[in-house]
């Protein structure tokens, strides 16, 4: 059943199966509606059929719209959607630490380069370079935290423990 939604999605349905895989979790089939929706009705709140979206919904696909035009996990190839803020946030943060632990080897490559030589200045411009390519990720990061952090409860399941008598 998922297959045949996932392989009809178009403009007069998108709206209803995007409802549905975020009602059943079917994160493949909410991926391909929400691709579907940002690629060819463009800005999807100004669409009429946003207010027939639940505000939880709506919070979801304003927070799932800012982290991919943010573009920090994204290129021109190939857009990056996730199941929630929280695995967004994780995947970040991942990569600020992958940029930062590069960051780290170069200055240690470095001393082991004598200093003032060419190779030395060469190693140090790109250090410079890839340290103010890192603080920017991390103020990205940063930013990113206190606007999806918050908001990431929306996007989270509960489970209630019953007490035993």
């Known amino acids: 059943m998922v297959k045949i939604l ?3 999605v178009d403009s007069d349905n998108c709206w209803s199966i995007i409802q549905f895989a975020d009602r059943l ?3 493949a089939l909410f991926e391909e ?3 579907y929706m940002i690629a060819l009705l463009g800005n999807i709140e100004e669409h009429a059929a946003w207010q027939d979206l639940s505000a939880h919904l709506q919070q979801r ?3 799932i719209k800012k982290a991919i035009s943010s573009g920090a996990l994204t290129n021109d190839k190939k857009r990056l ?3 929630n803020t929280q695995e ?3 995947i970040f943060e991942e990569t600020v630490q992958y940029h930062r632990d590069r960051l780290n080897e170069a200055k240690l490559r470095q001393t082991e380069t004598p200093e003032n030589t060419n190779s030395w200045r060469y190693a ?3 250090i410079e370079k890839q340290e103010r390519f890192v603080k920017g990720l991390e103020a990205v990061m940063a930013e990113h935290q206190t606007v999806f952090a918050p908001k990431s409860k929306i996007d989270c399941h509960m489970s209630v423990k019953r007490k035993r008598s």
């Open 6 to 8: 996932f392989d009809s």
């Open 81 to 83: 959607f996730f199941a």
């Open 25 to 27: 979790q079917l994160h």
């Open 124 to 126: 140090q411009r790109n």
């Open 88 to 90: 967004y946030l994780a």
């Open 61 to 63: 696909l304003v927070n």
């Open 33 to 35: 509606a929400l691709s």
